[in-house]
Nanobody, 121 residues
């Protein structure tokens, strides 16, 4: 069982940066593949980034590549999403997720409650 709690969201102006954190409970955090997703009103959930248990393998959605950076600190059971050059279209609720096996479905993994990010123009 893994519990995830996101933090770091807020209201910022376009061009600003935010760093989201996701704190995980449990002793096996370092065994989980972690991911960040977002969902804007009336939109489907969107994949943003994923990082392997060791941090060696990272993948981004094209929509955020070059602006967002995912990282993790296994000693602190935390995964981060550094977001730079934010745009109004980045406005959404941001979620972190964990899955035990890399090829498993995110839907069968663990999810946080989300943190709101609002970018004003």
């Amino acid at each position: 069982q893994v519990q995830l709690v996101e933090s770091g969201g807020g209201l910022v102006q376009a061009g600003a940066s935010l760093r989201l954190s996701c704190a995980a409970s449990g002793r096996t955090f370092s065994s989980y593949t972690m991911g960040w997703f977002r969902q804007a009103p009336a939109n489907e959930r969107e994949f943003l980034a994923t990082i392997s248990p060791s941090g060696a393998n990272i993948r981004y959605a094209d929509s955020v590549k070059g602006r967002f950076t995912i990282s993790r600190d296994n000693a602190k059971n935390t995964v981060f999403l550094q977001m730079n050059s934010l745009k109004p279209e980045d406005t959404a609720v941001y979620y972190c997720a964990a899955k035990r096996y890399p090829i498993g479905s995110w839907d069968s993994g663990y999810w946080g409650q989300g943190t709101q990010v609002t970018v004003s123009s």
